[in-house]
């Protein structure tokens, strides 16, 4: 039994427009199959570390639906444990809600834990990474907190709610936010591995200094005292964090090749089955470049989008770069390009909605348009 | 359905020897079907829908994949409180010793002791190689208003198919007044499905009194029917009407998989109400390449189709290459097929690989063929 307990964190400094409307970012769909926080707890699962604590800030439903008891995560029901927490109280202000904020006001519940370290990972971002291995060179290196980065070339156009790790060597000299100057930074995957006396010192601390605070600010706060180890995290990389961050993950995924990096046979990301019948095309359908889903009925054209279950494309539609999310009915001639479709959403026959791919579409949950 | 007032048993020791390679290491109920599911899917699934809680699972041969599968009774939800999904083998007890299934009856007879542990007023046996969807709670509410001592579950089918079948002869008001097994001339044309909902001390008693019979062949429709007949107890046939298939050869499996494919098909996989449940596969939705064609197929997750597909099945994890065409045929679980292999008119049996440019199968074939080697 590892000696870490895990927290996922509920993210609320990051906002999707529209689609988190309904639900957490860790709640959404990708791939059609799988939801986000199927990568951190799968993660957490594959490392051997079983006592989670999964951190919901608001619209728990389709979250807490979907993890459940956690059995499909492949943890143990007697040794392991998969608790969903949720916030004493909301706060009548954004700025209010911060991880720290949630984490207060469950510090019992932290203090509790037998483990002597905590692993901390964020609930909006797809990535690999072995957690054990990490909780490991942690403890050798004898650091304070090591956290984990990802070294990307595009940082003007994206992550943009997300933080920046400034580096010397493999020291963390601060942690500030992307401002989108350079393309070439080490954006900070909300990852940290600590004991947990430290953690619960810092959400002390925290509070203690502003209560807009984070774990990520009071770590930078105190940076000059700390030693903060970093370490490079390679492999695909993915923060949900805008609706075309959300878009273009779910395009880059839906080619094999890309796909086939994150999902290894050695590495198995876990989801809950919803029992769907196969898919079945019928005569006059066009598929190419697509990731389908169980349960469609597909007779019309889908090129490079990825398709959830459940899925009801008519003949003559044509998908084309769409995201489209579970249950959606499409109608006959409809033409969709560049569009994020939400779940039980009806598009009429014969309507067309194009949008230019640097700023996709986005078609409400259980709309009729 | 009061906890544990009916009690399952599916009889899942046959080979399915008419299925040839397809069985030679999993019994028949094990065989995969419909993309994504195994045969005994179907009746574990019905079982959970139909609110029944204990099913025991009889088997014989070629066990150990099908035991470690039905094992698992949380896949159908059979795995709260006082409910569960038993494998049942043979095996050797203190006042008898190791025996082998001697014939249908004699499974049920072999495990009376399981099946008085839970009490049960009535007794559901079923077959667990056929695809099907029944609510078995209406055939049991059937058998309550008739209060008969059995009811056999029975479909109309063809003159020519009866003389196939166990035949039931019934009056006006669906009372079975005779039985026929595989008649030449048939009576009637309502055939047995091999479902029977039973009065559990009566056939109990009757399954005593077989066991040391040297000249029983222990069977339900040899035996147990008949002899129930004879005694005058009252007998009834559920007309069920809907999608019923024995997949007992491979051009039978392969029609019920082309079956998939039409629109009047009434078994209705995706049916929210009536779900059958299986493992589910750990596996990426399907991929559908760049270069692919797909014109009439039924394709499940974990499926890579970079070739073209027309009018097929394809079984979770299968492969086609570029350039490659299936064309009436069904892939099994994890069969890959590479570059420019062509497919017709077969069915590829689980984990077969058909390498690069290979012919198999062709279209004017009467029969279907089973391709269950690499090639």
């Known amino acids: 039994m590892a000696k870490a307990f895990g927290i996922i964190t509920s993210s609320p400094e990051h906002k999707v427009a529209g689609m988190q409307d309904y639900r957490p970012i860790g709640a959404f769909s990708i791939l059609g199959r799988y939801r986000v926080i199927d990568f951190p707890i799968s993660n957490f699962s594959n490392s051997g570390i079983i006592n989670l604590q999964v951190y919901i800030s608001s619209k728990p439903r389709s979250l807490a639906a979907h993890i459940g008891t956690g059995r499909h995560y492949n943890i143990n029901s007697k040794r392991g444990k998969l608790q969903l927490v949720f916030p004493v109280e909301e706060e009548f202000n954004q700025i209010y809600r911060t991880n720290i904020a949630a984490l207060a006001s469950n510090i019992d519940y932290i203090e509790r834990q037998s483990q002597e370290y905590v692993v901390i990972a964020p609930s909006c971002m797809v990535f690999k990474q072995d957690f054990d291995a990490l909780l490991q060179d942690h403890a050798e290196s004898g650091s304070d907190i090591t956290l984990l980065y990802h070294n990307v070339d595009d940082a003007k156009h994206g992550y943009s709610t997300c933080n920046e790790l400034k580096l010397d060597g493999n020291r963390v000299k601060a942690i500030v936010p992307n401002l989108a100057d350079e393309d070439n930074k080490a954006i900070f995957m909300e990852t940290f591995v600590m004991k947990k006396a430290l953690l619960l010192d810092l959400i002390k601390k925290a509070q203690a200094t502003s209560s807009m605070y984070s774990l990520a600010n009071i770590v930078n706060h105190l940076a000059g005292e700390l030693d903060l180890r970093a370490v490079e995290h390679k492999g695909f990389f993915a923060p949900i964090t805008s609706l075309k961050s959300y878009f273009f993950t779910q395009m880059r995924l839906s080619k094999y090749e890309i796909a086939s990096e994150l999902f290894t046979p050695d590495w198995p990301i876990y989801t809950r089955t919803s029992d769907s019948a196969p898919t079945r095309y019928f005569e006059g359908a066009k598929v190419v470049d697509s990731m389908i889903s169980n349960g469609c009925k597909i007779k019309g054209t889908v090129e490079g989008s990825t398709i959830a279950r459940g899925v009801e494309i008519a003949k003559g539609a044509t998908v084309k770069n769409c995201v489209v999310l579970a249950y959606v009915k499409i109608g006959e001639g409809a033409y969709l390009e560049n569009q994020v479709i939400d779940k039980y959403a009806t598009i009429a026959p014969g309507r067309k909605i194009v949008a230019d791919i640097e700023q996709p579409g986005y078609i409400k949950h259980s709309d009729k348009v | ?375």
């Not at chain 2, 094990?30 to 574990?44: E, M």
């Not at chain 2, 198919?161 to 039985?179: L, Q, W, Y």
């Not at chain 2, 001339?185 to 029977?196: E, K, Q, V």
């Not at chain 2, 017709?344 to 012919?359: F, G, H, M, P």
Request: aromatic letters at 8%; a negative charge; one cysteine or more.
């Open chain 2, 1 to 375: 359905m009061k906890q544990n007032e009916m009690l399952a048993m599916i009889l899942a020791g046959g080979r399915g020897s008419r299925l040839h390679d397809l069985t030679n290491k999993v019994a028949k109920p094990a065989v995969a079907y419909g993309g994504k599911y195994r045969i005994v899917d179907f009746p574990l699934s019905n079982c959970a829908n139909s609110g029944i809680d204990v099913v025991g699972v009889l088997t014989q041969y070629e066990s150990v994949l099908l035991n470690s599968y039905v094992a698992k009774g949380g896949l159908w939800g059979l795995d709260t409180k006082d409910s569960g999904v038993f494998v049942l083998t043979p095996r050797e007890k203190a006042d008898a010793g190791l025996d082998v299934y001697r014939g249908t009856a004699d499974a049920i007879t072999q495990n009376i002791d399981f099946i008085d542990s839970y009490n049960p007023k009535y007794l559901l046996v079923l077959s667990g190689d056929h695809i099907y969807k029944m609510n078995y709670d209406k055939m049991l509410d059937c058998h309550k208003k008739a209060g008969a001592a059995a009811t056999i579950a029975v479909m109309p089918v063809s003159m020519e198919e009866a003389s196939r079948f166990g035949i039931m002869i019934t009056d006006e008001n669906d009372k079975i007044i005779d039985f026929e097994e595989k008649p030449a001339h048939p009576r009637s044309t309502l055939a047995s499905m091999g479902i029977y909902i039973f009065d559990w001390q009566k056939l109990r008693a009757i399954l005593v009194a077989d066991k040391d019979d040297p000249d029983s062949a222990h069977d339900f429709g040899k035996t147990i029917i008949p002899t129930l007949l004879n005694a005058g107890e009252t007998l009834v046939a559920f007309r069920f009407e809907g999608y019923w298939k024995d997949v007992g050869t491979i051009d039978s499996l392969w029609e019920a998989n082309m079956d998939l494919l039409t629109d009047n098909n009434d078994l209705q996989l995706d049916d929210p109400s009536w779900k059958i449940y299986t493992e589910d596969a750990n596996a990426l939705p399907a991929y559908i390449g760049p270069d692919a064609s797909i014109d009439v197929a039924y394709i499940t997750q974990g499926c890579v189709i970079e070739g073209e597909v027309k009018h097929s099945v394809i079984f979770t994890g299968a492969k086609v290459g570029k350039g490659a065409k299936i064309i009436d045929s069904v892939l099994m679980p994890g069969v890959v097929v590479e570059d420019g292999a062509v497919v017709t008119r077969a069915l590829v049996a689980d984990n077969v690989k058909i390498s690069k440019d290979a012919v198999v199968g062709s279209a004017d074939s009467k029969e279907i063929l089973l391709q269950a080697k690499d090639i």
